[in-house]
């Protein structure tokens, strides 16, 4: 439904070829095509008989909003198909390994050659120079790679992986940053020449470090595991309620830390030598925290975010999927929706994001099948012949 100006997609007339497996090549289309754009799935024509390929809650969550067209870019007339699917895009996504389509006749000078003022956005595990670009990598790899597991977990436990994929998505987030900042340069600056995009898993989550770098680079400081506790976040910690939940209790400034305390019954607490300024806090942040596990046992949660609303203590409940499912502030926020997909039946899934007050993103239709999309692209975009496609579905190569 259009808004008052007559605006339905934010993203219109903006065209995404997505050749990407798996996760993070995927997931810049999806951002993408949330809001508005039109992303056409390249998709292998062997998987239209293999059921599995279609019945999943991650295809329904991660194709949705986009349309699929069959094609095997790896024989010659795929690849040369595939060019001249390129030649009416605006960008090209994909993540094989580095080489991959340039054997299969479809690298970045291939595509330039078909799309002068083609963007070719590349997520690999390393990046498609250096000595470790023909490594096989994963999600979990460029985690490792990147830094965040050596910080996660307690100090005196084995690095841990944090439950996300966070190498994919932040990859597939910066990949489409990068389109829409590829096309404001392209149209406003007026630039005619083909753009690639180099992405790594493991450069995604190291630009996501913070201060890491800086902090090592001036001081030496390398950052260790340390469990919940961060030396910015005295007193901050998950303790347990008495009916089992999880809560995480922070108090960053003296007139929280306050409140905390009247809320506890400890008012005095404060002027404490072992607690009166931020860096005594830290130096008996176990003393500390051993009150507040102690105080927030005698709760259930309910009862106790009652009392830390009462007295305006942040706090958070360390929610599980099924808590996120019952949460009033999330329904009120729309966070989720409930998608009707044909292959899989009613999945709910994440919401468009971000958001936007003008032609905001939304499931505008849900994941495709295979080819499902193939007379659309094929006959009324290239304006193929019935010859052709015959031809082509003939060979296996659409």
């Known amino acids: 439904m259009s808004d008052a100006h007559g605006h339905d997609r934010l993203l219109a007339g903006l065209r995404i070829i997505d050749a990407g497996q798996v996760v993070a090549g995927p997931f810049v289309g999806t951002l993408l095509a949330d809001l508005g754009a039109e992303v056409i799935r390249v998709e292998l024509p062997a998987l ?15 194709q ?13 007339e795929g690849a040369a198909l595939f060019k001249r699917l390129v030649a009416e895009a605006d960008a090209v996504v994909e993540n094989f390994s580095p080489g991959t389509m340039e054997r299969w006749g479809v690298g970045f000078e291939d595509l330039a050659e078909a799309n002068p003022r083609v963007i070719f956005v590349r997520i690999s595990g390393f990046g498609q120079t250096g000595p470790y670009r023909d490594r096989t990598s994963y999600d979990r790899i460029g985690q490792a790679i990147g830094g965040l597991i050596y910080v996660t977990g307690p100090a005196d436990q084995p690095p841990v992986h944090p439950g996300y994929m966070m190498g994919d998505y932040t990859s597939g987030t910066f990949g489409a940053l990068s389109i829409l900042g590829a096309v404001y340069h392209r149209d406003h600056l007026d630039c005619d020449e083909p753009q690639l995009v180099d992405l790594s898993l493991y450069e995604s989550i190291l630009r996501f470090s913070g201060p890491m770098a800086a902090e090592f680079s001036r001081n030496g400081i ?14 901050g910690e998950q303790f347990r309620t008495r009916d089992g939940k999880w809560v995480i209790l922070l108090a960053l400034n003296p007139q929280i830390f306050q409140r905390l305390c009247d809320a506890m019954e400890m ?25 507040m596990r102690e105080w927030v046992a005698q709760y259930d949660a309910e009862a106790l975010y009652e009392r830390l609303e009462e007295f305006r203590v942040p706090y958070g409940p360390v929610n599980s999927i099924a808590d996120i499912f019952a949460d009033p502030h999330i329904a009120d926020r729309n966070d989720l929706v409930q998608i009707e997909d044909p292959h899989v039946g009613p999945v709910t899934v994440p919401a468009p994001y971000p958001r936007l007050s003008h032609a905001a993103g939304r499931i505008y239709s849900p994941a495709p099948g295979i080819g499902d999309h193939n007379d659309e692209i094929y006959r009324g975009l290239l304006g193929m012949s019935d010859g052709e496609l015959e031809e082509l579905a003939g060979a296996g190569v659409i």
């Open 48 to 62: 239209k008989d293999q059921s599995q390929a279609l019945e999943n809650s991650t295809r329904a969550g991660e």
């Open 64 to 76: 949705r909003n986009k349309k699929s067209v069959s094609l095997d870019l790896r024989m010659p």
């Open 222 to 235: 390398v950052r260790e595991r340390s469990g919940n506790v961060r030396s910015w976040a005295i007193p």
């Open 267 to 291: 008012s005095d607490l404060p002027r404490d030598p072992r607690f009166v300024d931020h860096d005594a806090r830290y130096a008996h942040h176990e003393e500390l925290h051993g009150l």
